[in-house]
Structures are given as structure tokens and as C-alpha cells.
């Protein structure tokens, strides 16, 4: 009786063997083909060269010498204060030469204890009272500060036409001149039933007119 011999399941040894070398091929073929894709997507324009940081050349600068700045900032001072150092001085004071030809400028109240005056402001714009700009006259007001227009203790340097200015001057002088005639002949003049106030045609009021300062109070 003849022995049947089993057969072995699975591929010939020779089939396994062509099988994993087409699979090592198929591999070593991609691995090319993906080296020469990238090649040709290579662009050398893409690359971003970094350069490497310079050496500082200099030194670090030294402090400024203390009395070098010290001179700097007096000449600042005294080109700023126009050279004038007296505490004593005017400070409402206005040079003639930086009033522009045909305005006049006038000092006017701005506020009184910290509180402004509306009406007043209304008043003063009505009668064509405009601030001065401090742009036109950087040094009457402290350096670096964000000032619009020239202040000092409560009040505004303003500006309006000088023409118009002269005419609202020869309006008041006006008003006072008659207010003067009006009080003399009230003076001179003598209610019924009392004697004339003149002597041989000539008045006993003697009326002095003088100019005197007023005392302002601090």
C-alpha cells in the first residue's frame, strides 16, 4: 500500500522569492522617482539666507558730561526767556515788534478762580476778540507742553483788527468826554430857590482833572 505524502500549503519557495524582490524594486523605484520630483520642484529663490549678525563696530555712546549739558540747557533757558532772567519783570508784557502789522493785541479774562465766563467769551466774539495762537509765538508758553493758545493766570492773548480796535476806542473816549460835560453842568447849575453858583460870571465849583492810578488789590 503505497504512503500519499502531504502537500505543504503556502507559495513555492521560488514564487515567494520573486514576489519580495519585485517588492524591494517597486520600492527602490518610488524612492527615485521622489527623489526626482523634488529636484524639480527645487527652486533656489525660495531659500531664505540669514545672515549672520555684525559685530558692533562702536562702542556703547557715554553719558554726556554733566557740565556740557548743563551749558546746553542755560542757553535753552535764556534763548527761551529772551535773555531776561529778572523775576520782577512784566510777564503780561508784549513786544510791539511781534504784534502783526494791522492787528492790536489785548490781554482778556479767560477764567476767574478756575471757572470761565460763557457770557463773557460770547461778548468777547461778538466784539471780534479771537485767542492768538501759540503757533505764531512758541515762546510765550513753556516748551513741550500742548498749549493752543497763549495763557497767563486767567487770561488769553487776543487779537482783532487794529482799525476796528481804534474805533471802539474813540467810541469810549467819547462816552467819557460827555459823562465829564454831563457831571460839570450838574455841578454848575443851581436848583430853584438857591443862589447861582458863580461869582462875577465865573463858577465857584472848581473841578480838577487829573489822572491817577488805581490800586488793584492782590
Same mark, same amino acid.
Given at each position: 500500500m503505497d504512503t500519499i505524502t502531504p502537500k505543504k500549503r503556502?507559495? !513555492? !519557495?521560488?514564487?515567494?522569492?520573486?514576489?519580495?524582490?519585485?517588492?524591494?524594486?517597486?520600492?527602490?523605484?518610488?524612492?527615485? #522617482?521622489?527623489?526626482?520630483?523634488?529636484?524639480?520642484?527645487?527652486n533656489p529663490a525660495e531659500i531664505e539666507v540669514v545672515a549672520p549678525p555684525r559685530p558692533t563696530m562702536r562702542p556703547a555712546m557715554r553719558e554726556e558730561d554733566p557740565r556740557t549739558r548743563a551749558a546746553?540747557?542755560?542757553?535753552?533757558?535764556?534763548?527761551?526767556?529772551?535773555?531776561?532772567m529778572d523775576?520782577? #519783570?512784566?510777564?503780561?508784557?508784549?513786544?510791539p515788534a511781534d504784534i502783526p502789522e494791522g492787528w492790536a493785541y489785548e490781554w482778556k479774562r479767560k477764567t476767574v478762580l478756575g471757572?470761565?465766563?460763557?457770557?463773557?467769551? #460770547?461778548?468777547?466774539a461778538r466784539a471780534g476778540w479771537e485767542p492768538v495762537p501759540t503757533s505764531r509765538h512758541p515762546s510765550y508758553m513753556p516748551m513741550g507742553g500742548d498749549y493752543p493758545f497763549i495763557e497767563r493766570k486767567g487770561m488769553v492773548l487776543m487779537e482783532r483788527p487794529k482799525e476796528i480796535t481804534d474805533e471802539a476806542r474813540s467810541i469810549e473816549l467819547r462816552k467819557a468826554r460827555q459823562q465829564v460835560r454831563q457831571k460839570e453842568a450838574q455841578l454848575n447849575s443851581a436848583e430853584g430857590g438857591q443862589f447861582e453858583r458863580s461869582n462875577k460870571d465865573q463858577s465857584l465849583v472848581k473841578i480838577s482833572r487829573s489822572y491817577e492810578s488805581i490800586p488793584i488789590p492782590e
Open positions: 503556502g507559495r !513555492p !519557495p521560488k514564487v515567494v522569492e520573486a514576489v519580495e524582490k519585485s517588492i524591494q524594486f517597486s520600492a527602490e523605484q518610488a524612492a527615485v #522617482v521622489a527623489e526626482e520630483a523634488a529636484v524639480e520642484q527645487f546746553r540747557r542755560a542757553a535753552e533757558l535764556r534763548d527761551h526767556r529772551n535773555g531776561d523775576e520782577g #519783570v512784566d510777564e503780561f508784557f508784549i513786544d471757572a470761565e465766563d460763557p457770557a463773557y467769551q #460770547v461778548a468777547l
